[in-house]
């Protein structure tokens, strides 16, 4: 045993795998001891806030101001306000007025806003210009405001008092605040979802979801796979052949299928992460069952297992002692199998909208669907997407990799 | 001849067998959940409904749509009527559409995407494996983890992936749907550009995918077979690599083609998954729309149909496995 273990920990795939695999494993129990955020807690007014660090803005008011002098804050500012396409679509404004076009200079921010505040006109129509574009040209002349004032701006407040609009505060344009002393500031890592959920928060609670419906449905399946690949193999006779029947029937014929009419015949109110996991644990056997019996029958009728047999022990103890032992390692690297092809169909599920019922707990496919439903991919929003599809893929790879590097230490063709 | 007739009927039986009980598997799954599947359609359909009579009134209707209230032999054998018929009833969802006219339309977009798409991935991921256990070195340590992490994405990854970079970002291919919106189905170019163009994407992520998973077992099989006697006896005589690596292609394809049968129904659940990620209007996106709009018939009769194709595609992968396979020919000549 010691030594099997050792030589599995030599196999670079398996510890690669394994590691990865840990870390994920790791990342679900530790990140919630750190931050205690409810996963499905709505937290923002608004779908998918981009990800960064979120400061209040009224703390930072009364935060003490640092004055600090930099050169380019400036630049930065007016670059923040308008980029190189706004720069460009001035410069269509201007060229459509009539103005020549080698008089217009996009680089010179000043000279470009002097030409465009002195000229521009929303009443003004431009031949060829749709009602979009110059709904765009208002918004983005209001937005121009103000962008060279040198001088800060003034916060006011209604006296309860007097009902009387008062200067509280200024703010000058060099006055800063040091983020760890504003009171509130939440850091959102992968922004937020559709539903103004934290995705981050989210995702983890996902993962140890999907890692449980996979462990759930890995071991459901291996369990039936290995009694009745055992029972098949081992006993022979009449049970093989009902036993094969069943396989080879469930074999072709797509548990996908299975998956579908089960989960859909579910109601929503008792469709929970774990029904889901056991309903895929009884669609997903077959293989490990075929695995099994394949391994058993080649070593029913070795000389130990004879022994046994001839030495009158019982046929569980048989089965214990003689035959589990040898066909361990396949089993697990079914199970390995299992679990993580459990999470991938949960995650197929949840995208046709048949996984778990979507108030209680997030799982992997669910935020997939709702990434999906609200068009995520096509909005830009990477962050809702792509974080949950590499947990995905990293545990499926893991998984995987961990099963490679058993099938090198086991079937030593495979060794390099 | 005799031995392929023997082989033949023995899959063709097979085949019915399997087809009858996935039929009764369609028919009985969903009755033998606890509870009863008319009140929880109902229940679905009349929420927000105050008056008990109006949802009493829902329920009778779905009942008799059904024929729930027969005994279970009458709906079985009135089932079978049906779809003897090809009748698989009114959609509820595109009422008063037939099923078979939604499935009609739709199958095919499916057939024409996964088809080729599982044969192009099979027989690329193949070459490649072999490649990758003759090679061994360099190309092998770079090509087996890759393929592994490839293969470790479910379908609908990829194609999300490849639908963000190549669709969203780059522009070069639509987004979603199987041709242009703005189009009526016809056999003009532009229309066929359209769905040749809204074709890529769909099929290159379920080819990926193939590919990944079919050469990580091809080249294990390879690698089986460039260890057997008769590789290294052909050494010995000096036949060249070349005609050696050809031996160890047909030797270690053998099992592939089998995978392969086996693996269907798994590879076209993820392609139908896929397929919903493009919107393309095939069986994929029907079963989601008709999930989402509780549309119980169409989800019935979908199911159906694809366990019917993937029985097909079974079976003829394993006649085409009779036709290969020397030992079943060596059979035939009893």
């Known amino acids: 045993m010691k030594h099997t273990l050792q030589q599995v920990f030599r196999s670079p795939r398996f510890v690669i795998g394994f590691s990865i695999f840990m870390f994920i494993v790791l990342t679900v129990i530790v990140y919630p001891l750190i931050v205690r955020a409810e996963p499905l807690e709505i937290i923002g007014q608004g779908t998918f806030f981009p990800p960064g660090i979120y400061v209040n803005v009224y703390d930072s008011m009364d935060s003490p101001e640092y004055i600090l002098h930099l050169d380019d804050a400036a630049a930065k500012r007016i670059a923040n306000k308008l980029n190189d396409e706004d720069r460009q679509a001035i410069k269509e404004w201007l060229a459509g007025y009539g103005i020549p076009e080698n008089e217009i200079d996009i680089q010179d921010t000043e000279k470009l806003l002097d030409q465009w505040v002195n000229n521009y006109d929303p009443t003004e129509k431009i031949p060829g210009m749709t009602n979009a574009r110059r709904n765009y040209f208002i918004r983005l002349d209001k937005s121009l405001y103000g962008i060279l004032a040198t001088e800060g701006a003034t916060v006011a407040a209604i006296n309860p008092e007097t009902d009387v609009l008062e200067e509280i505060d200024s703010v000058a344009q060099t006055d800063y605040v040091n983020i760890s002393q504003v009171p509130n500031v939440r850091v959102l890592p992968l922004g937020t979802d559709n539903f103004g959920r934290d995705v981050l928060t989210e995702l983890v609670s996902a993962i140890g979801i999907s890692l449980i419906i996979g462990l759930v449905a890995g071991l459901i399946a291996t369990s039936i796979g290995l009694i009745l690949g055992l029972a098949a193999g081992y006993i022979g006779g009449l049970v093989d052949d009902v036993v094969m029947f069943f396989t080879n029937i469930f074999t072709v014929i797509p548990s996908f299928v299975l998956l579908i009419l089960i989960s859909f015949s579910i109601s929503q109110e008792q469709r929970g992460a774990v029904t889901i996991a056991v309903v895929i644990g009884f669609t997903s056997w077959v293989w490990t069952a075929r695995a099994v019996r394949a391994q058993v029958i080649s070593l029913r009728n070795r000389d130990h297992v004879n022994l046994s047999k001839l030495s009158g022990h019982s046929t569980t103890r048989i089965i214990l002692v003689s035959v589990l032992p040898y066909i361990a390692s396949y089993v697990i690297m079914a199970l390995i199998l299992q679990i993580s092809s459990a999470i991938l169909a949960e995650a197929g599920l949840s995208i046709l909208g048949l996984g778990p019922r979507t108030t209680e707990v997030p799982t992997l496919g669910l935020m997939m669907n709702w990434a999906m439903i609200y068009q995520a991919p096509a909005l830009g929003k990477w962050w809702a997407y792509f974080p949950v599809l590499l947990v995905i893929a990293l545990i499926a790879f893991s998984l995987n990799l961990m099963n490679t590097g058993l099938d090198q230490v086991f079937n030593p063709a495979l060794r390099e | ?334």
Not at chain 2, 2 to 14: A, L, Q, S
Not at chain 2, 72 to 95: A, E, P, R
Not at chain 2, 303 to 310: E, R, S
């Open chain 2, 1 to 334: 001849m005799k031995g392929y007739f023997r082989y033949f009927g023995g899959k063709m039986v097979w085949l019915l067998i399997t087809f009858i009980f996935a039929f009764l598997l369609n028919f009985i799954l969903p009755r033998l959940m606890p509870g009863d599947p008319v009140a929880v359609i109902t229940q679905r359909v009349t929420q927000g409904m105050q008056s008990q009579a109006g949802i009493q009134a829902v329920y009778e209707e779905y009942q008799e749509l059904f024929g729930t209230n027969k005994p279970m032999l009458t709906q079985f054998l009135l089932y079978i009527k049906n779809v003897v018929q090809g009748d698989f009833g009114t959609s509820f969802s595109q009422y008063p559409r037939p099923v078979a006219d939604i499935l009609g339309s739709s199958i095919w977009w499916t057939v024409m995407l996964q088809l080729p798409a599982i044969l192009v991935g099979w027989l690329i991921g193949n070459l490649l494996g072999v490649l990758a256990a003759y090679l061994r070195g360099g190309y092998d340590k770079v090509a087996m983890p890759l393929s592994i992490f490839v293969s470790s994405l479910p379908a609908f990854g990829m194609a999300i992936i490849l639908l963000v970079i190549f669709a969203v970002q780059l522009k070069w291919l639509p987004t979603s749907g199987g041709y242009d919106v703005s189009m009526f189905p016809n056999w003009s170019w532009p229309f066929i550009w359209s769905v040749f163009v809204h074709y890529q994407l769909p099929f290159w992520s379920i080819v990926l995918i193939i590919i990944g998973g079919q050469a990580i077992g091809m080249r294990s099989m390879a690698i089986y077979e460039l260890n057997a006697d008769y590789v290294k006896f052909s050494r010995f005589m000096g036949i060249k690599d070349r005609v050696i690596i050809r031996y160890v292609f047909r030797n270690a394809m053998l099992p592939q083609i089998t995978g392969l049968a086996l693996a269907v129904g798994t590879i076209v659940g993820g392609a139908l998954v896929a397929e919903i990620i493009f919107s393309y209007p095939g069986l994929g996106t029907t079963i989601l729309s008709a999930v989402r709009n509780q549309d119980y018939p169409l989800i019935s009769a979908a199911t159906l149909i694809i366990t019917l194709m993937v029985l097909i595609a079974t079976f003829t992968i394993e006649i085409l496995y009779g036709f290969i396979d020397p030992r079943i020919k060596a059979a035939q000549s009893d």
